[in-house]
């Protein structure tokens, strides 16, 4: 579990593909060379296994699922990346709970500066918009931010200058793909709408479909 409050950002070295996925080795900030086998990361949003590391870099696997899914099967060597250690018991939640798994790819469609902030607009797949909400949370490539304006197929946010300066948000441009992960809690709510809404709907019959205007 995360918060989206991004530490710091590292620096790709090697992306190496396999039969089953890839392995990503990334270059670390001093303050995360404590990382150890088996503990978890978030890069990017994404949540992984540390599976290698000497305190300057670390290295993790990526399945086909998660090439599948997320931004992290186009990084390249010199790409920079968000990075998250995970919450411990007592830490100050200062963002939202962040699982590190996505729901979707976001594309950047357009950025326009507002003072020492910057506004941004990210466009998504329409099946993620009914877990969105004004004012919600919403993590965009690991950062947990609030979600402005949301419309069928966009959303907007508001960087601020910590975040411009501590996060890749503060340089991607439109057309930059970003991972999007929704808030939790509103996975399970659509998860337990739509159960009911299938347990409670009448079976479908001839006489429904001419009811509805459909036969």
Known sequence: ?????????????????????????????????????????????????????????????????????????????????????????????????????????????????????????????PPLGITLAPKGSIAVDGVSLTLVEVLRETFSVCLVPHTLAITTLGWKGPGSLVNVEVDVLSRYLERLLTSQIMRDRSPLTTQLLREQGFA
């Open 1 to 125: 579990m995360f918060t989206g409050i991004v530490e710091t950002q590292g620096k790709v070295v090697a992306l190496t593909r396999g039969e089953a996925g890839a392995r990503l080795t990334i270059e670390t900030a001093t303050q995360l060379m404590d990382l150890t086998v088996g503990q978890s990361i978030a890069v990017n949003g994404v949540c992984l296994t540390v599976v290698q590391g000497d305190g300057t870099t670390f290295t993790a696997d990526l399945s086909s699922e998660t090439l599948a899914v997320t931004t992290l099967g186009d990084l390249k060597p010199k790409d920079r990346v968000n990075l998250e250690r995970p919450l411990r018991v007592g830490d100050q939640l200062g963002g939202h709970f962040v699982t590190g798994h996505v729901d979707g790819v976001g594309q950047i469609i357009r950025r326009q500066p507002a003072g020492e902030s910057t506004w941004m607009w990210i466009g998504f797949a």
